[in-house]
C-alpha cells in the first residue's frame, strides 16, 4: 500500500484549514468563562465612569469608542495566545507540521478571539442605538472600520509575539502598545480635545481614525476635507499593509531560522 | 524502487544567537527512513535529535543538507510535504480549555477530514489512549501523563503517512506507555511510518525496527538493537560481584564493564562455560544476562566522549 494515498485530499491555499483552526480557536475562548465576564465588565466599568463623571454630550463618543477599544484589543489577547501557545504549549509545532496553511492559523486565532469579544461589542451597540441610533451609511461604515482595526491589531499582535522567547517579557510591551494606540488618542473623547498639532497623529492612528470617522458619518463632529482625506486614506494604507505583513509574517514565521 | 520515507543527505543546523558563540547543532546527518518502519533517534541531551526532528518536519530551516519526505523536499516544498507528516513536539501540550475529545476532533478537521472521519477517528484514538474517561474534562484539570496522551491521541488519529514523536512516552505510567507502544505498532502494521526520539532505552528497544545514536551532532551508530548491542564487543552481559580485585584474572573473555562493587564482561555465548568455571573456581557469584540497549548505548557514546577528549 502506498502510504501517501491515506492523507486526505486538501486544496492548498493560504485558507486551508481555517474554518478547521477557527472552531479550535472559539472553543477554546469560549471555554475560558473568567475571560468572557471581564471582557464584558470592563466595558460596563468604563461606562459607568463616563455616565457619571462626562457631560451627556461625550456618551457618544464613549460608547464609540468604547466599541473601537474593544476589537483593538482584540490584538493583545491574539498576541498573548499566540505567544502563550507557541512558547508554553508548542502547539504551533503540531499546526505548522501540518497541512492547516500558516495565514490560517494566524486568521483563525484571530477570528476564534473576535468571538470572545462580540458579546461585550453587541452590548454596547445597543447602547448606542440608545444614545445615538446609527441609519444606515454610518452602520455599513463602522462594520467596516472595526474589520479594519480588527485585521489591524491582530496582525501587530501575532507580529510581536513572534519577536519573543519569553512569555513574561511580553506582558508590559503589549499593555503600553495597545494602550498608546487605543486609550491615550481620542478614542474615548473628541478630536478637538487633543492638542491641535497632534490632530494629524491622531487621524493616523487606526482606533483614533475610525473615532473620528465616526463622529463625522453620524453628524456628531463633522470632519473637514483635508483630515476626512487622512483619516480614511491613513486607515486603508495602514489597515490593509499591516493585515498583508501580518500574513506575509505569519508564512514566514511558521518555520524558524529564516 | 520505492522512494524511502524519508531520506536525510549531510544536514547541517548551525545556531547563531546573537552576542554568543555559534552552536553547530547538526554536524552533517545522513540517514533513510524506509516505508513502513518505525525508527528511533537516540542520543544524550543535547545530542541534536529535535533540531534534526524540526528539520525533517519543516519547522526549522537547516544551514546545508538536503531531505526529502517520500521523494518531497522539505526544504523547497514545505507545503507539499506538511499534508503527509504530523508531529508531537517535545514537551508539547494541548490547548488547556478543550477536553480531549474536543482536541482530537478540532485538529482533525483543521487537517482537513469529514466531520464523520472526525468523529470516528476521534473515539478510536480517545480509546486506544485509554482517555475514556476524561474524555469531556478540560485538558487543564487532567495530570501531566493524561495531557501527553492527548497530544499522542490528537496524532495517531491523524494516520499521516510519516509521524515524527519527540519523546512521545515523556510522564507517562508504564501501562499508559505500552497503550502508546501498541498504537504505534497498530499505525506502521497499517502503513504508516513513524521516527521517535526516546530516552527510554527500553522504549527504543521494543519500538524501533531500526535505530540511530546521535551525538554531538553526528550519527554515532546505526543498525538493530541486537546489531548495535554487537557493536560493544558481545551479546551477554556475565556480571561478577564482590571481587573488583580479581577483575584483571577475566580481561581476556571480553569488554569489562566496572559499576560499584561489580564488573560485568561483556561477551559472546560459547565463551560463557569458561567463564562461570573460572569464577566457581575461585568461589565467585555469577549473574548472567543479555546486553541491554542502555549498555550498549552508554558504551558507545562513553567510547564517543573519550575519543573526543
Same mark, same amino acid.
Given at each position: 500500500m502506498n502510504p501517501e494515498m491515506e492523507a486526505p485530499r486538501v486544496r492548498r491555499s493560504p485558507w486551508t484549514g481555517l474554518p478547521g483552526f477557527f472552531g479550535t480557536e472559539s472553543r477554546v475562548q469560549l471555554h475560558e468563562t473568567p475571560s468572557l465576564v471581564s471582557a464584558l465588565v470592563i466595558q460596563v466599568i468604563f461606562l459607568v465612569f463616563v455616565w457619571l $463623571? %462626562? @457631560? @451627556?454630550?461625550?456618551r457618544v463618543y464613549a460608547v464609540v469608542g468604547a466599541i473601537v477599544f474593544s476589537i483593538f484589543t482584540v490584538g493583545e489577547r491574539v498576541q498573548n495566545e499566540a505567544a502563550y501557545i507557541r512558547l508554553d504549549h508548542k502547539l504551533n509545532e503540531l499546526y505548522h507540521a501540518s497541512p492547516l496553511a500558516p495565514e490560517s492559523y494566524f486568521v483563525g486565532m484571530a477570528a476564534g478571539v473576535l468571538v470572545l469579544y462580540l458579546p461585550p461589542v453587541l452590548m454596547l451597540v445597543v447602547i448606542l442605538e440608545l444614545v445615538h441610533p446609527l441609519t444606515a451609511l454610518p452602520a455599513l461604515v463602522f462594520l467596516a472600520s472595526l474589520a479594519g482595526i480588527w485585521l489591524f491589531s491582530s496582525s501587530m499582535g501575532y507580529i510581536i509575539s513572534t $519577536?519573543? *522567547?519569553?512569555? *513574561?517579557?511580553?506582558w508590559p510591551y503589549s499593555s503600553l502598545l495597545f494602550n498608546l494606540f487605543g486609550v491615550l488618542p481620542p478614542v474615548f473623547y473628541p $478630536? %478637538?480635545?487633543? @492638542?491641535g498639532p497632534l490632530q494629524p497623529v491622531a487621524l493616523l492612528m487606526p482606533p483614533s481614525a475610525v473615532a473620528a470617522l465616526m463622529m463625522d458619518v453620524m453628524g456628531v463632529a463633522p470632519l473637514a476635507h483635508g483630515p476626512l482625506i487622512l483619516a480614511v486614506g491613513g486607515l486603508l494604507v495602514e489597515c490593509v499593509g499591516v493585515t498583508l505583513l501580518g500574513l506575509r509574517w505569519a508564512r514566514r514565521s511558521a518555520r524558524e531560522g529564516g | 524502487m520505492t522512494t524511502p520515507a524519508l531520506s536525510a543527505r549531510e544536514v547541517k543546523k548551525v545556531y547563531r544567537p546573537r552576542n554568543r558563540p555559534e552552536v553547530p547543532a547538526l554536524k552533517g546527518v545522513s540517514l533513510e527512513v524506509g516505508r513502513g518502519e518505525r525508527v528511533g533517534l537516540l542520543g544524550r541531551n543535547g545530542a541534536g535529535k529535535t533540531t534534526f526532528l524540526k528539520i525533517a518536519s519543516t519547522l526549522l530551516r537547516p544551514t546545508s543538507g538536503e531531505i526529502t519526505i517520500f521523494g518531497h523536499d522539505v526544504m523547497a516544498h514545505p507545503e507539499e510535504v506538511r499534508p503527509l507528516i504530523a508531529v508531537v513536539p517535545q514537551e508539547g501540550k494541548p490547548f488547556f480549555h478543550l477536553t480531549p475529545r474536543e482536541q482530537v476532533y478540532t485538529y482533525l478537521r483543521t487537517r482537513g477530514f469529514s466531520r464523520e472521519s472526525a468523529r470516528t477517528r476521534t473515539e478510536e484514538a480517545i480509546e486506544q489512549m485509554g482517555l475514556g474517561e476524561v474524555a469531556?474534562?478540560?485538558?487543564? /484539570?487532567?495530570?501531566g501523563g493524561q495531557m501527553q496522551r492527548a497530544m499522542v491521541a490528537t496524532i495517531i488519529? /491523524?494516520?499521516?503517512p510519516l509521524l515524527f514523536l519527540d519523546?512521545? /512516552?515523556?510522564?507517562?505510567?508504564p501501562f499508559a506507555r505500552r497503550g502508546v507502544w501498541d498504537s504505534l505498532r497498530r499505525l506502521t502494521r497499517k502503513g504508516s511510518t513513524i521516527l521517535l526520539t526516546t530516552h527510554y532505552l527500553d522504549e527504543a528497544e521494543v519500538l524501533s525496527d531500526h535505530i540511530y545514536i546521535v551525538d554531538r551532532g553526528k550519527v554515532l551508530a546505526a543498525g538493530t538493537a541486537e546489531e548495535l548491542k554487537r557493536k560493544t564487543g558481545g551479546t551477554l552481559r556475565v556480571s561478577i560481584r564482590g571481587a573488583n580485585h580479581m577483575r584483571e584474572g577475566f580481561r581476556s573473555f571480553g569488554d569489562l564493564i566496572v559499576e560499584d562493587d561489580t564488573f560485568h564482561i561483556i561477551t559472546e555465548p560459547p565463551r560463557v562455560p569458561e567463564i562461570m568455571q573460572t569464577a566457581l573456581d575461585q568461589k565467585l557469584s555469577v549473574t548472567v544476562g543479555p546486553v541491554t540497549l542502555e549498555e550498549a548505548f552508554l558504551r558507545l557514546v562513553g567510547r564517543s566522549i573519550n575519543d573526543e577528549s
Open positions: $463623571l %462626562a @457631560p @451627556p454630550s461625550y $519577536l519573543f *522567547r519569553d512569555l *513574561r517579557a511580553i $478630536l %478637538a480635545a487633543f @492638542p | 469531556d474534562r478540560l485538558n487543564v /484539570t487532567l495530570s488519529a /491523524t494516520e499521516a519523546e512521545p /512516552t515523556i510522564g507517562m505510567d
